[in-house]
């Protein structure tokens, strides 16, 4: 069965500090993939990896970097948060090529106070 | 990337057959129609997806029209678990990387009644 799970389903965090968002799935997946969704802008990719120790930006990659050392797992790290970085992170996984499906993850709500 | 069009809302009695709409008329040759749905709080949930042909699994059936502008999901006998966004998505590759990025839009809020 497919499978991808966030580290977290609600976290909160201060103005400033550095956040790590985990990501993992169990589907032996060559792409790997970090949106964020915000109400009214429907789902904005951020990240997405390939393969391991690549990655390629997505639509908004500031203030945001990625890590995939290894093919089950792929971070997504908030430098410094900021309050506009307030959101629900979706993780997302596929099989290699551009016509498989995605699987998500069960996304983790993100506060900045 | 072709754009699609939903209805914003639909409301459909337990136990009978949802039917929900989506146009997609600028839809390129190669590209397919997924379907997927968000019930509140959660990750989108993979549903069914289809290129000509019209697709059925164990959750849901998908018909194209045959001019692929249009496209209709099926959910045969709707429970109050299938109570969610419901977004259809026409694929966009991007180049040079072998992935590609799903691109939501509003989608449509299906409500089961009781």
């Known amino acids: 069965d497919v499978k991808v799970t966030q580290s977290s389903r609600y976290l909160v965090k201060r103005t400033g500090e550095k956040v790590f968002l985990e990501c993992v799935q169990d589907m032996d997946h060559e792409n790997m993939f970090w949106y964020r969704q915000d109400p009214g802008l429907g789902l904005r990719l951020i990240y997405f990896s390939y393969d391991v120790k690549m990655k390629e930006k997505g639509d908004i990659p500031e203030g945001y970097s990625v890590s995939r050392e290894k093919k089950e797992r792929f971070s997504l790290i908030l430098e410094s948060a900021s309050t506009n970085q307030t959101s629900m992170y979706l993780c997302?996984?596929?099989?290699?090529?551009?016509?498989?499906?995605?699987?998500f993850g069960p996304g983790t709500r993100l506060l900045v106070l | 990337d072709a754009k699609t069009t939903q209805p914003p809302s639909m409301d459909c009695a337990e136990g009978r057959a949802a039917n929900l709409p989506c146009n997609h008329s600028?839809?390129?040759?190669?590209?397919?129609v997924y379907w997927y749905r968000q019930i509140h709080s959660q990750g989108p949930q993979y549903i069914i997806h289809?290129?000509?042909n019209n697709e059925t699994n164990e959750m849901a059936s998908l018909i194209i029209t045959e001019d692929r502008k249009s496209s209709t999901l099926i959910l045969p006998h709707a429970t109050l678990r299938d109570t969610a966004v419901y977004y259809c998505?026409?694929?966009?590759?991007?180049?040079?990387?072998?992935?590609?990025?799903?691109?939501f839009g509003k989608g449509t809020k299906l409500s089961v009644i009781p």
């Open positions: 600028t839809i390129s040759g190669n590209e397919y």
């Open positions: 998505i026409v694929r966009a590759e991007r180049s040079g990387a072998g992935s590609y990025q799903l691109t």
């Open positions: 289809g290129l000509k």
């Open positions: 997302a996984s596929s099989k290699a090529g551009g016509s498989e499906t995605q699987y």
